[in-house]
């Protein structure tokens, strides 16, 4: 009877827990085992049916894990080498949000944060993710009734899911000498083909803007732009008519480079040629225009305004929508549609004359 207990596999188990690396497992190397081992192999008999006993150990561990992290703050925890407390993980507030298609103050706290250098860093947002999660969900929320308001004012605008429209926190910084993991705000932006066109961006400290028009558009865009207006198309008659309307001034103010400060704002801040594009005359009545390399208009929101309770944000942003989409039409216009000659000689018979009549 002993000479088959040599060969169960629970021996070679309970072998490998005294002697990590046994020199072989073979039953005639058994049989070499001193004493004491057998001794310890032969009582196995009444230790092997217990085969729970690790499992209540597995479970006593558990259970000491569980008050660990329930204890977190009044004991110590045992760290790996390398490893430390970076700090406790903030929970969002239990108050202060506001029904779907608002903004919060808490949102705009939360943004305010990310100006500090000290809080623009992986550690801290990592360690108020519960916050920053709150805040998005709330913001996704405002970005749907923010569609619905726009595609109501611009049938041209496809209603697209807030997934679909809104921006990443995380800044790119591959390429920059900023090296800021997050931005400082949220944004979206709306267009008939996708997610370039009026732009929404939400800042605190009364920096809130909405935007519209054509951010350095490609090559040959501008080129047929500039052609409009060198041209005097229908098109570019239509650009002056809206950038003259008494609704685009009031909003807006007049044509002119972006000045700093201004809560109204016309093209380009730093998107403007010093000089007249090549082969066109510096005196040209549209060399203004011509100079541009983007064609924009914005708005400036006060923190007020955009916390304001129930619709009137989204009333406001529809007052300003309403001026803009007429302009970003003419846009669209002036850079998709072929300049047509026929049209431009025309237009000169039309200032000269026509030379059959004059004879």
């Not at 008050?67 to 430390?84: A, T």
Request: charged content about 35%.
């Amino acid at each position: 009877m002993p000479a088959t207990r040599k060969v169960v596999p629970r021996k070679p188990a309970q072998l490998s827990n005294e002697d990590s690396e046994p020199e072989s497992l073979h039953s005639d190397a058994l049989d070499d085992l001193p004493p004491k081992k057998r001794a310890r192999s032969s009582n196995s008999k009444s230790s092997s049916p217990s085969k729970p006993k690790p499992k209540r150990q597995k479970r006593k561990a558990k259970e000491d894990d569980i008050k660990d992290e329930e204890d977190v703050d009044d004991s110590d925890v045992d760290l790996k080498e390398g490893q430390q407390v970076v700090g406790r993980v903030v929970q969002a507030p239990k108050t202060g949000w506001v029904p779907p298609g608002q903004v919060s103050q808490n949102t705009l706290d939360f943004l305010a944060k990310l100006k500090d250098p000290a809080c623009n860093d992986r550690e801290w947002f990592k360690l108020h993710e519960p916050v920053y999660r709150r805040v998005e969900k709330e913001f996704k929320a405002f970005i749907e009734a923010f569609t619905d308001m726009l595609t109501d004012v611009d049938s041209e605008i496809p209603p697209l899911p807030p997934k679909d429209v809104t921006h990443r926190i995380y800044r790119d910084v591959r390429f920059s000498n900023d090296k800021t993991p997050y931005k400082m705000g949220l944004s979206a932006s709306f267009s008939r083909s996708g997610r370039k066109g009026i732009f929404a961006f939400f800042k605190p400290g009364d920096e809130s803007v909405i935007a519209a028009g054509a951010w350095c558009p490609g090559k040959n865009e501008l080129s047929t732009l500039r052609n409009h207006l060198l041209r005097s198309t229908p098109a570019a008659k239509t650009l002056h008519t809206i950038l003259a309307s008494e609704a685009f001034t009031t909003h807006f103010g007049a044509p002119s480079p972006h000045p700093n400060g201004d809560r109204r704002s016309v093209f380009g801040r730093e998107d403007e040629l010093k000089v007249a594009p090549k082969g066109v005359d510096k005196n040209h009545k549209d060399i203004a225009l011509l100079k541009c390399r983007s064609l924009a208009v914005s708005y400036r929101f006060t923190d007020a305004q955009v916390v304001a309770p129930g619709s009137e944000f989204i009333d406001a942003l529809r007052g300003v929508a309403d001026v803009m989409t007429p302009f970003v039409h003419c846009l669209n216009d002036l850079m998709t549609l072929p300049v047509d000659d026929s049209s431009d000689e025309e237009n000169e018979e039309d200032d000269t004359g026509d030379p059959e009549e004059d004879e």
